[in-house]
Structure formats: C-alpha cells, structure tokens
T-cell receptor
C-alpha cells in the first residue's frame, strides 16, 4: 500500500522567515502534486512535478522532486500571512487516483 | 464558467436515508474521481472512473456507488447513510495521459448525517 508522509503536520512561523515542508512516499512514482486548501474551500493545484530533479517556483513557493529518494519539498521563502493554509502533497501511481499526505497546516503570524 | 461543479454544497440528512451528490465538469476531461475528506482533513480516494473502467478503493463500503450518465458527469449515490459518512466529499477530474494530468477539484459537498 502506498504511503505518503508529510512533515511537519503543523507549522507556525513568523512573516519573513523561510521554511520547508517535506513529503516522503513509499513507492515509485514520477508524478507528485502539491495542493493548497484554505479553510472551508476546495483544493487548489500549486505544482505538478513530473520527473526526477524537477523544480518549480511560483512566487514565494518552490517545489522540488527527488524520485530516487522518494522525496519532495515545498520551500517557503520570506513567508507572508496570505500563505497561511493547509498544504497537501499527493502521489499518482496510475488510474487509482491520488494518494494524499495528511497535510501541513501552516500558520504565518505577523 | 466553473470547471468542476458539485451540488449540493451542503447536505444534512438522517441516518438510514439515501442521498446523491452530483458532479459535472466542463473541461473535456476523460476521468473523474470522488474523494472523501474527514474531520481531520485526511483525503482519501473513493473512486476513479473513465468511460472504460471503474476503480473502486477497496475500503469504500458498497453503500456508495458512482453513476456516470456521460463523460462530463459522475454522481455519487449513498444508500443507508451512517453517522460515519459525515465528511466533505470532493469530485475531481483530469485528462489522463496529458503531460501534466493535474486533477481539478470541485468545491466540495459537506455531508452531515444526524
């Protein structure tokens, strides 16, 4: 059974700081996704990482994928309050749909 | 011009009732999904469906059944609702085989079983 583990599950940080969320998964996959969810809202796609060494950046967020280590990271640079949300990584192993991590609840305080 | 829509947004019902949640996508995708998000925000795939095959997560009770009248719709029917079915249900769609194959999620249906 595929397992996807995120850490930390809860993160409180100050504006202006940098931090990294980690996502480990237990089986071979070349597709990894990061989603954002605001309270009471749906999931918004942030990044799709399709190959080993893939790196994508959007604003203050940067995601990377190491398929050999089965590890993805989501790095936050100079955090701002608007980035407060729950972040999920998810792994795609075929037609079975996505397997999600438990999510990282991120609070950014002024 | 909503990409993936669901109705209703909220559903409150009694134990033992049968209910349906509707999902429609206008993205031209060929695969649709249902996910369940519990009170701890854990997301779990329930079904994956395209016009060729239905893949059911083995942990999903057979009280849950997806019904697809056409490629743009995948409805979720639930029989004999139980308290533990209370959750937020998300529909999603994707174009399998596409270079990105991102899944787009609907707004969710919050189901409360009393």
């Amino acid at each position: 059974e595929l397992k996807v583990e995120q850490n930390p599950l809860f993160l409180s940080m100050q504006e202006g700081k940098n931090y990294t969320i980690y996502c480990n998964y237990s089986t071979t996959s070349d597709r990894l996704y990061w989603y954002r969810q605001d309270p009471g809202k749906s999931l918004e796609s942030l990044f799709v990482l399709l190959s080993n060494g893939a790196v994508k950046q959007e604003g203050r967020l940067m995601a990377s994928l190491d398929t050999k280590a089965r590890l993805s990271t989501l790095h936050i640079t100079a955090a701002v309050h608007d980035l407060s949300a729950t972040y999920f990584c998810a792994v795609d192993v075929g037609a079975d749909g996505l397997t999600f991590g438990k999510g990282t609840h991120l609070i950014i305080q002024p | 011009d909503t990409a993936v829509s669901q109705t209703p947004k909220y559903l409150v019902t009694q134990m033992g009732n049968d209910k349906s949640i509707k999902c429609e996508q206008n993205l031209g995708h060929d695969t649709m999904y249902w996910y369940k998000q519990d009170s701890k925000k854990f997301l779990k795939i329930m079904f994956s469906y395209n016009n060729k095959e239905l893949i059911i997560n083995e942990t999903v009770p057979n009280r849950f059944s997806p019904k697809s009248p056409d490629k743009a719709h995948l409805n979720l029917h639930i029989n004999s609702l139980e308290l533990g079915d209370s959750a937020v249900y998300f529909c999603a769609s994707s174009l399998r085989g596409a270079s990105t194959d991102t899944q787009y999620f609907g707004p969710g249906t919050r189901l409360t079983v009393l």
